[in-house]
Each structure stands twice: as structure tokens, then as C-alpha cells.
């Protein structure tokens, strides 16, 4: 299973029909069941979930596998029934892609459990898990570079994060429509699922020992990819702090581990 997971309107569903669109290019048999089906792809097979007909995801799922597809598509993991549908997918050999709501990486390990699925199942399946965020971009034409305010330099130090002499800013312009920004990019983690993941998972595990291994093994985190592109110019620490849940359990682990 490979699942991209966020928030609502986080671009998820866009962000798993880019490797659709990828994957079709080498001719591969790709079906999909989605409810609704938001893009029409040229050469992959879509299907509707039709709930009136007794089409559901299980349904779905069982007459996808005897297409014999290379690739299987979820348009989302939201309940107990679809989420044994993607391991039913999954067990058959066939890659299975799908969406998932959850804040961050690890935090997908609770949302299956929560739907029923036991550590076995999890472990024996998931193999990467992409989790996103969307933020502003700043305007090229106006950004600027000042220092630090009391209230980045505070956040900042409660991430642990050292602060930085400079940092951007939205300023606002003609181009921009005196925004500071123009339209918005992505802010990714990607975890892909190792064997010492896996055994901690069949433990039984919870979220945070999740993050702290990961952490200790020098895994990039959504907001440390945030970070970066707030260093580059490319959006501001304004915007990372506005998603909220992003850093708030980073920030709430790094004062306990720091006490």
C-alpha cells in the first residue's frame, strides 16, 4: 500500500493522480474506484462508487482483482470497510494507492487501527506512506528578508530549531495583488516503511515511540521540509505555523525531551 495522507484539501487526491498519470505512461492496466471520481485519466480504467447498486469499495475491489490490473487505486480510506478493501487489494499482489486523512506519517499507523485493521495486517502491507501539506508561495517579485520576530524566534526555539540571522516575508505588491504570495506549493514527508518500522508496528507501538525512532534514524519530517523551503525563500515561517498540527507535536515532544 502506498497512501497519501492529510488533511481535507490538502491535495492529496491531486498528488495521487500525478502518479497515475506517471505510471500510465508505461502502459500498465490501472482501475480505479472512486467516490466521485474528480479526474478522467486517459488509459486508466475509473470506476464509480455506486451505493444505490451495492457497489462499495468491497465490491469495487473484488471485481477490480479479476481484471487483473497491475495497479489499484482507492480514491479513499475512510472507514473500517474500506480499509480492509485496500488490504484485500493489497494481499493480491497488486500495488494498492489510495488517500487517508491523517496530520502527518505515523500518525496513518492510528487512523488504520482506529478502522479496525490489527498490526499484522498494517505491517504485512503498508510499504510508504506521503503526507502533505499546502502552503502559500511567496511572490518573487516583493519578498524580502528581515529579521526574525519574537514571535518566529519563540516558536522556533520551542522546535529546537536554531534561529537564523535573516528569514523571508510577504510584503505585498502589484504583481501579487499586495498578497506577498502567489499561488501555493507543497510540503511533503515521505516515509517509506522499513524492517525495524514494521517490527515496532507488530509491537503494538504508539505514535510518538513511532516518531522517536524515526526521528533518531534522521527521518525528514513534514515541517522539516517546511523549514527548508521557509529558508529558500520560498514560503514563510508565518505559513508553516498557520497549518497548525504540523509542528504542534513536534513542538510539544521536543519540550519533553528536552525536560
Known sequence: MLLVAGPTGSGKTTTLYALLHSLKLHRKNIVSIEDPVEYQLDGINHIQVDMKHGLGYPEGVKAILRMDPNYVMLGEIRDAASAKAAVVAAASGRPLLSTIHSRDATGVIDVLRNFNLNDHEISSHLVMVVAQRLVR????????????????????????????????HAKGCDACRNLGYKVRTGVFEVWRVHADDYSLILQGVDRKKLYEHLRKHGHAFMLDDGLSKAAEGVTTLDELRGLGGLSAFQSQYEQQHRL
Not at 138 to 166: A, F, I, M, N, S
Request: some cysteine; overall charge positive; glycine content about 4%.
Open 137 to 168: 508561495l511567496l511572490c518573487p517579485e516583493c519578498r524580502h528578508q528581515q529579521r526574525p520576530t519574537r514571535r518566529e524566534r519563540r516558536w522556533l526555539e520551542l522546535l529546537g530549531k536554531e534561529v537564523p540571522d535573516l528569514v523571508w
